[in-house]
């Protein structure tokens, strides 16, 4: 099953886009073994929407064009569901094992996702009640998937 990351805004040079390339190609390498693709991460830029919503919905049909039919979209969204590691693996795993062909996670702009967005998606994940900068937010999503990995290869990197 290949995982795409789409992400609203560009990562710029730093540490930040550093540890996330770290943990983005861990996870590339271990994922194979265990039917998992990482398809890599698609940035389109920020909506110049006049209102929040323009924004939302500009930004969610440059979205709509990396969903392929028999796939599955994940929304993170700090109003989303909050998951341990194991949940989130668990999920990925269910979608793997479900014959998804692809998982999109998306990444909203600064105005977040638009509701037909939050409508269609298979889950909306929060990272957490607090507001993430987005560079982090690919570090933390990145670890995640990297540790979602782990454990379902069954690897001692997570340890309960």
Same mark, same amino acid.
């Given at each position: 099953m290949k995982i795409i990351i789409h992400a609203v805004g560009r990562m710029k040079a730093g540490p930040e886009r550093d540890l996330a390339a770290r943990?983005?190609?861990?996870?590339?390498?271990?994922?194979?073994?265990?039917?998992?693709?990482?398809s890599g991460v698609t940035e389109v830029p920020e909506s110049r929407g006049q209102t929040a919503s323009e924004r939302r919905r500009?930004?969610?049909?440059?979205?709509?064009?990396?969903?392929?039919?028999?796939?599955?979209l994940i929304l993170l969204d700090e109003r989303g569901r909050h998951f341990s590691s194991e949940e989130f693996a668990?999920?990925?795993?269910?979608?793997r094992d479900g014959g998804r062909k692809a998982v999109v996670l998306a990444i909203g702009g600064a105005d977040g996702h638009d509701q037909s967005l939050r409508d269609q998606a298979d889950l909306v994940v929060s990272l957490g009640a607090m507001t993430w900068p987005h &560079? =982090?937010? @690919?570090?933390?999503?990145?670890? &995640? =998937?990297? @540790?979602?990995?782990?454990?379902?290869?069954?690897?001692?990197?997570?340890?309960?």
């Open positions: 943990y983005f190609d861990r996870f590339a390498k271990s994922g194979p073994a265990i039917g998992l693709e990482f500009e930004e969610g049909q440059k979205l709509q064009t990396q969903l392929q039919p028999g796939g599955a668990g999920r990925i795993g269910l979608f &560079q =982090l937010v @690919r570090v933390m999503l990145g670890e &995640q =998937l990297y @540790r979602a990995a782990t454990i379902l290869a069954g690897h001692p990197y997570h340890r309960s």
